[in-house]
């Protein structure tokens, strides 16, 4: 079974307006993290932001916040006054167990395209 | 955040050809990662390689096709064995930085 879902296959938004990506996770495990990631054409791998499952308050990282409902094993990352370079693919992650030598497993990604 | 490097960046082989592929961090880490992201598609690790011991390999993937080195804390090598046109895919490394998880640029490796 998907342990990360990302139900959006491509996603059109125009410029400045607000982005969400959906992402939905499964685990058993109490002590997990969930990741975001941007690739762009050229094929690196960004870091955008990271939820632990014990943290309270949801995280932000600039013009990115990651909507985490842990009820609902939701974990939606939301991008404020999208730009043309934010045209990318996005993959949610999940990191099972407490620490950070654990593997992480990746959702079949989101390709979000601005529009200008 | 933790600094990685990939070599080489890209690369096109032939088939039945082997290619190293080598990561360095700006780091010790304790465990690296090896991912594969096939064309359009997500990544899948094939790997986690522990300074001082074995890898420890992901299901469908073999430490005869892949075999992966850890001499130290901030480097690691995978290499594609033997390849095949299949084997097409960016090859990625990877290490934790606290509860944070940095990628290298990535491999893109082409078999014809």
């Known amino acids: 079974a998907q342990k990360i879902t990302q139900t959006q296959p491509g996603m059109f938004v125009q410029e400045k307006e607000a982005v969400t990506l959906d992402c939905t996770y499964d685990t058993s495990d109490p002590s997990y993290g969930l990741f975001w990631y941007k690739q762009p054409s050229s094929g690196e791998m960004i870091f955008l932001i990271y939820?632990?499952?014990?943290?309270?308050q949801n995280a932000t990282e600039g013009r990115y916040s990651l909507n985490f409902q842990k009820a609902r094993k939701s974990a939606n990352l939301v991008i404020s006054a999208s730009q043309l370079g934010d045209s990318a693919m996005y993959f949610c992650a999940m990191r099972e167990g407490h620490g950070g030598d654990d593997k992480i497993i990746f959702g079949k990604g989101t390709r979000l395209h601005i529009l200008p | 955040s933790a600094v990685i490097s990939q070599k080489p960046s890209r690369d096109i082989c032939q088939r039945g050809t082997s290619l190293t592929i080598q990561c360095q961090v700006d780091s010790q880490v304790t465990m690296m990662f090896w991912y594969r992201q096939q064309p359009g598609q997500s990544l899948t690790l094939i790997a986690t390689a522990n300074q001082g011991s074995e890898a420890t390999y992901e299901s469908g993937f073999v430490i005869d096709k892949f075999p992966i080195s850890r001499p130290n804390l901030t480097f690691s090598t995978l290499t594609v064995s033997n390849m095949s046109p299949e084997d097409s895919s960016i090859y990625l490394c990877?290490?934790?930085?606290?509860?944070?998880?940095?990628f290298g640029p990535g491999t893109r490796l082409t078999v014809l």
């Open positions: 990877s290490s934790p930085n606290g509860n944070e998880q940095f």
């Open positions: 939820q632990g499952s014990y943290d309270q």
